[in-house]
């Protein structure tokens, strides 16, 4: 707007917040990620996703201190190739791809379930779960390794979360734990403990799930590299939240002036293997 000029402002229309939000959706699923609700850094993660995957013409040199990942980087630039990204979110085989020296990864294990509450349960606000470790790692894959996937915890009913199950790339590259549910011992459970303990590569910071007991809710959930666990549930009374991002805890059940059945914690989000290639 240009009062002076007398311009006027943008109207904004409904055609105007819709064409913000498909410009955005755009970027994201071109990247190749089903946007989810309630999750916050989806374009991040897709800018990331292009960057990563797209021809540069930036030498990199002196940015990348470790010597046989900063020659296969010069390489694909020189050749003028596009390093290949290959992600599992569910348990498979990668194949090393023609020509490929180096690989990255991120392997992430699955994330912790939030605990439940019992039937009748007056003031009782069960942990939220432990989020999955995140490994970052180098190797010089061989022609095919195991991929496996952990799966989320499951959120019980009047039980303690389930914890997340271990990812790992086989031959001994990489293992990343799952988080551990949270507890439903009575007011004030504990929260689940983060992933950790797995082998290969660096450890990235995962965090653990909390209780809630003196803001009557249900503890929220630990989260990682990949984003934060699901929130604490404020509803009253009502079962916990899911962990949405893959190796996010589960929430945990909220069950203040709770009558009725007992409660389930929320399911935590299941692991992920994301492996970069270069020549």
Not at 76 to 102: E, N
Not at 240 to 265: K, P, Q, Y
Request: aromatic share 6%.
């Amino acid at each position: 707007q240009n009062k002076a000029a007398g311009v006027a402002g943008t109207e904004l229309t409904a055609a105007w917040f819709n064409a913000v939000q498909e410009e955005i959706l755009a970027v994201i699923e071109g990247a190749g990620i089903v946007p989810l609700s309630g999750v916050w850094h989806q374009l991040r993660d897709a800018i990331g996703v292009m960057i990563a995957t797209a021809t540069s013409e930036v030498d990199l040199t002196g940015y990348v201190t470790d010597g046989g990942l900063t020659t296969a980087i010069a390489n694909f630039i020189t050749a003028g190739t596009v390093p290949g990204l290959q992600p599992f979110a569910a348990s498979g085989t990668y194949t090393r791809s023609a020509g490929v020296t180096v690989a990255v990864a991120y392997v992430v294990g699955g994330g912790g379930a939030g605990g439940g509450c019992p039937a009748g349960s007056n003031n009782v606000m069960a942990g939220g779960g432990g989020g999955g470790e995140v490994r970052l790692v180098r190797f010089a894959p061989s022609a095919t390794h195991a991929i496996t996937i952990g799966a989320g915890g499951t959120g019980v009913a009047n039980g303690n979360g389930g914890a997340g199950g271990s990812s790992s790339i086989g031959g001994g590259v990489c293992t990343a734990a799952g988080g551990s549910g949270g507890l439903s011992s009575g007011n004030g459970s504990t929260g689940g403990a983060a992933g950790t303990g797995g082998s290969g590569g660096t450890s990235l910071r995962a965090t653990r799930g909390t209780s809630n007991y003196g803001a009557m809710q249900g503890g929220a959930a630990g989260g990682n590299f990949f984003g934060p666990g699901a929130p604490a549930q404020h509803v009253a009374p009502a079962a916990g939240i899911d962990g949405e991002t893959h190796g996010a805890g589960g929430g945990g059940a909220n069950g203040n002036n709770n009558t009725g059945g007992a409660l389930a914690g929320g399911n935590g989000g299941g692991g992920l293997v994301l492996i970069w290639e270069f020549k």
